[in-house]
């Protein structure tokens, strides 16, 4: 099969295409035959390796220490069943799927085990739409749920909010019934606004931390905000949540936690999870929430693709459409 490969950490010339041995499914297994995939902002720093930060080691230990230890890149997928191993219930060969698997998505075939972060592609997706969600969707949803713990009437404000995760963070918290102030540049407010954020401001235009409205959680999807600015517009309990952080949000996650009042919290989403991903399958299908798209490229332009998320400035997600072997 054709699959993007990247053999090194680098810059986006460190991917290549080529004929890899399609992979074959083990018992509780099924393979897909991909039809599109994405390049996540996830994706871009994996191949780089760059900002892990603190997590350096770790992160390294994990995906491998002088090279990538699984050498094709890629997250989300759609696309079709079209072999299950030995004992698999949930599929059927001929099943239109999604879902996300930490590496091996940029390729025509993947396996992924049945009970994994895979579902049944919400019918009235495109497989593009449908590749485009899982990433931004389950991490939004983790982040919201398990770190800032929204709730009915919260006030939340949203930096970020025209990314990956800041599409979904916004409709998901609508969703949940929060008060969504979402934060993006210029260009990105209609987009957001119409996603239904209840007050979209342009942080070039406007610097909320010296505003009067005062929020119950601060949900920083960028990583450009600080406790130190933010924590005037912070309710007395308020959190501010980093998506991704530093040491020094690490640190300020572990001091404000000792004492009561506002707190730092920092997080990680696993993005594993089935019966999130079929939550997400079923507020798509009501009709709650949607993926955002930007830019489609061919597989063979994988490289073109990663330069373009290596800007900062997508919106929403960056389509890998794949052809037929
Ligand atoms: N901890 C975890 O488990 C976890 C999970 C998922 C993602 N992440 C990380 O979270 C980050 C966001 O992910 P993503 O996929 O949403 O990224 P993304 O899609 O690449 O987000 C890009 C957005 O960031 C905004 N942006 C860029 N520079 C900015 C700035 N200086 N100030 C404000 N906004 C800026 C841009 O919006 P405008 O052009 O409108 O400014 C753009 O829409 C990534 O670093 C990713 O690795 C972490």
């Known amino acids: 099969m054709l699959a993007a490969t990247y053999r090194r950490y680098g810059p986006p010339d460190v991917i290549r295409i080529e004929e890899v041995a399609r992979p074959r499914p083990k018992a509780g297994e099924v393979l897909v035959h991909v039809r599109a995939s994405t390049v996540t902002s996830g994706d871009v720093r994996m191949r780089a390796f760059k900002g892990a930060g603190i997590f350096w080691l770790p992160m ?33 060969v ?26 049944a592609k919400p019918e009235a997706l495109t497989f593009e739409a449908a590749a ?3 990433f931004g969707a ?4 983790d982040f919201l749920r398990d770190f800032v713990r929204i709730k009915p009437g919260q006030r939340i404000l949203i930096h970020g909010a025209s990314g990956a995760v800041g599409v979904f963070a916004v409709q998901l918290a609508k969703h ?21 954020a209840d007050r979209v401001i342009a942080y070039t235009d406007v610097d909320y931390t010296q505003g009067p409205d005062i929020f119950d959680a601060i949900l920083d999807t960028v990583g450009v905000t600080s406790f130190s600015r933010c924590k005037r517009v912070l309710a007395q309990t308020g959190r501010h949540v980093f998506v991704v952080q530093t040491l020094i949000q690490l640190l300020q996650a572990i001091w404000t936690s000792m004492r009561p009042g506002k707190r730092v919290v920092v997080g990680f989403s696993g993005g594993d999870s089935m019966d999130d991903l079929l939550l997400i399958k079923s507020l798509i299908d009501s009709g709650k929430i949607k993926p955002v798209t930007d830019r489609t490229y061919r597989l063979q332009e994988i490289a073109e693709a990663h330069r373009f998320v290596d800007t900062g400035r997508k919106r929403g997600a960056v389509v890998v459409s794949i052809g037929s072997p």
């Open 60 to 92: 390294r230990l994990l995906f491998g220490v002088f090279r990538p230890r699984n050498p094709i890149p890629g997250m989300e997928f759609a696309g079709t069943v079209v072999e299950i191993g030995k004992g698999v219930t949930r599929f059927r």
């Open 94 to 119: 001929g099943d239109a799927v999604f879902g996300m698997k930490i590496g091996g998505a940029n390729a025509e075939f993947l396996t992924i085990r049945e009970n994994a972060a895979i579902a």
């Open 132 to 134: 485009a969600t899982p």
């Open 138 to 141: 389950l991490s939004a949803l």
């Open 176 to 196: 949940f019934g929060a008060h969504v102030t979402a934060v993006c540049s210029t260009t990105n407010c209609d987009l957001v606004a119409a996603l239904g």
